[in-house]
C-alpha cells in the first residue's frame, strides 16, 4: 500500500478545505471556537470544521496537539484513550492505531481507527497533521472495538501575525463511527466533540506554559 501517497493525498486536500469557504454552515459557537459543516465528499456523512484562537504560541499548541508517541494529547484529548505507531513509513508519514472511550453517555462505544498520519511545516511556521484510514497487517479488527474510519482530516495550526502568544487553530474532522448508530446521535456529537476538543485544548496549552 502506498502509504506516503496516501498521506500527500490527504494532506493536498486539508489545503483544498482550508482555501474553499463555500457551504459551511455555522452549527455552534463559544468564545473558543466557531464550528461548521457541510457534506462530505469522501462518504455518507458530514466534515466538521473548527476555528478558533488558541491563547498560546503555535510551538505550544503543536505540543499538545501533534501525534506522537507518548504525547500529550492522550492525556487532555478526553476523546483520545491511546495512540500508537504501528509502523514509522518515513520521518514525516506512520501508520497510526488510536482508540477512544464510550462517549455521548455510552451511546457511542469504545472505536478504534487506523490511519496514515502526515506532518508538515510550512514556510510561515504553520504545521499540520493530516490523516486518512488505512488498513494494516499488523493491526486487524479488535474485537472490543468497533472500527471507525476517518476520512481526510487534520489540523492546522497557524502562527498570528505579530502576536507570538496566540495561534490560529484550524480543524477539519469527517469520521464514519461505523457501528449502527442513529444519525440523530453522530450530527449531535462531532459539535459537541469539537468544541471539548478547543476548550480542553485551551486548558492544557496553559498548563504547559505554566
Not at 506516503?4 to 459551511?24: I, N, T
Not at 464550528?35 to 466534515?47: D, K, L, Q, T
Not at 505507531?85 to 520521518?91: C, D, F, K, S
Not at 487506523?114 to 479488535?142: I, R
Amino acid at each position: 500500500m502506498d502509504y506516503v501517497g496516501l498521506a500527500e493525498a490527504a494532506a493536498a486536500k486539508m489545503g483544498l478545505y482550508r482555501r474553499d469557504p463555500g457551504g459551511w454552515r455555522g452549527c455552534r459557537r463559544t468564545g473558543e471556537v466557531a464550528v461548521s459543516w457541510r457534506p462530505s465528499a469522501e462518504f455518507a456523512g458530514n466534515i466538521y470544521r473548527g476555528e478558533g484562537t488558541v491563547p498560546a504560541s503555535a510551538a505550544d499548541v503543536w505540543e499538545c496537539i501533534k501525534p506522537a508517541p507518548g504525547g500529550l494529547r492522550a492525556q487532555w484529548d478526553q476523546n483520545v484513550k491511546d495512540f500508537e505507531v504501528i509502523e514509522a513509513v518515513t520521518e514525516t508519514v506512520s501508520v497510526c492505531r488510536t482508540t477512544t472511550p464510550s462517549a455521548f453517555m455510552r451511546f457511542i462505544s469504545p472505536r478504534e481507527f487506523v490511519d496514515v498520519v502526515l506532518t508538515k511545516q510550512y514556510e510561515d511556521g504553520t504545521m499540520l497533521s493530516a490523516a486518512t484510514n488505512v488498513e494494516h497487517a499488523l493491526c486487524p479488527p479488535q474485537a472490543n472495538f468497533v472500527r471507525g474510519f476517518n476520512y481526510p482530516c487534520g489540523c492546522f495550526c497557524i502562527p498570528v501575525p505579530g502576536e507570538s502568544d496566540r495561534t490560529q487553530l484550524l480543524s477539519f474532522f469527517q469520521t464514519d463511527l461505523g457501528g449502527y448508530l442513529p444519525q440523530t446521535v453522530v450530527e449531535s456529537f462531532f459539535p459537541a466533540s469539537i468544541i471539548g476538543f478547543y476548550s480542553n485544548l485551551t486548558k492544557a496549552v496553559k498548563t504547559l506554559k505554566v
